[in-house]
């Protein structure tokens, strides 16, 4: 019995793999440092970002309020996508706006258990610190930030915190522009990570050979 279970176990990888094709559009970014944690797949276009942090059978949820802090404050969108196992502890920690997939058995998909509504509660220092700091400098400077380019990162993050002359729309536009812009370094790193595991793979394959 304990052996079937662990069969059927819903892991990370396997529910990623069920994400990925519901994410029309733009691009998509694992493990995105964001604020103190890395958000698991963030989901870019050209007019928002959703940000999706995965609960397998064998995590726990003890990092929730420290995501869900880190992630409102710069996405447009969030949603858990977790397991059955997870899904009664989860809702009453989560907001109503905050949406949730679960992940179904063996051979099915994602479950919409509530869509995500829009988050209302993005800052400008924490999105900014989804780029570099010399991209953000950049984007001062082109609004006429005399000395941005001197700035240190507390700085700049000081800066966005406390001044009103950075609308916050043009910050999300130029920050979603420059993950964008991106894409042709991660397919290439993506391509590495699938080549790199399909040579472990070989190697486990050849030694689990028997010998004669």
Same mark, same amino acid.
């Given at each position: /019995?304990t052996?079937v279970? &662990? @069969?059927?176990? /819903?892991?990370?990888p396997?529910i990623?793999a069920?994400?990925?094709p +519901?994410l029309?559009?733009?691009?998509y970014i694992d493990?995105? =440092?964001?604020?103190?944690?890395?958000?698991?797949v963030?989901?870019?276009?050209?007019? !928002?970002?959703?940000?999706?942090? %995965? *609960?397998?059978?064998?995590d726990?949820?003890?990092?929730?309020e420290? #995501?869900l802090?880190?992630y409102?404050e710069?996405?447009? !969108?969030?949603? !858990? %996508?977790v397991?059955?196992?997870?899904?009664a *502890?989860?809702?009453?920690?989560?907001?109503e706006?905050?949406?949730?997939?679960?992940?179904?058995g063996?051979?099915?998909?994602?479950?919409?258990?509530r869509? @995500?509504?829009?988050?209302?509660?993005?800052?400008?220092?924490?999105? &900014?610190a989804?780029?570099?700091?010399?991209?953000?400098?950049? !984007?001062?400077?082109?609004r006429?930030? @005399?000395? &941005?380019?001197t700035?240190? #990162?507390?700085?700049?993050?000081?800066?966005?915190?406390?001044?009103?002359t950075? =609308? +916050?729309?043009s910050?999300?536009?130029? %920050?979603?522009?420059?993950?964008?812009?991106?894409?042709?370094e991660?397919l290439?790193q993506?391509?590495?990570?699938?080549a790199e595991? #399909?040579?472990?793979?070989?190697?486990?394959?050849?030694? *689990? *050979?028997p010998?004669?």
């Amino acid at each position: /019995m304990t052996d079937v279970f &662990a @069969a059927s176990r /819903m892991n990370d990888p396997e529910i990623r793999a069920r994400l990925y094709p +519901l994410l029309l559009g733009g691009v998509y970014i694992d493990e995105l =440092p964001t604020g103190t944690t890395r958000a698991d797949v963030v989901h870019v276009t050209d007019s !928002f970002m959703h940000g999706y942090e %995965v *609960k397998g059978d064998g995590d726990t949820l003890a990092r929730v309020e420290n #995501q869900l802090r880190c992630y409102a404050e710069v996405y447009d !969108f969030v949603t !858990f %996508v977790v397991t059955e196992k997870h899904l009664a *502890k989860l809702l009453p920690r989560l907001p109503e706006w905050v949406g949730v997939l679960v992940a179904e058995g063996e051979g099915l998909g994602l479950r919409p258990h509530r869509a @995500a509504r829009y988050n209302a509660t993005v800052q400008a220092a924490p999105l &900014a610190a989804l780029l570099w700091v010399e991209e953000i400098k950049q !984007f001062l400077l082109a609004r006429g930030l @005399a000395g &941005a380019s001197t700035l240190r #990162q507390r700085e700049v993050a000081h800066y966005l915190r406390t001044s009103s002359t950075v =609308p +916050l729309s043009s910050l999300a536009g130029y %920050v979603r522009e420059r993950l964008l812009a991106r894409l042709p370094e991660r397919l290439a790193q993506r391509e590495e990570r699938r080549a790199e595991r #399909q040579r472990l793979a070989a190697i486990r394959a050849r030694r *689990k *050979k028997p010998r004669r």
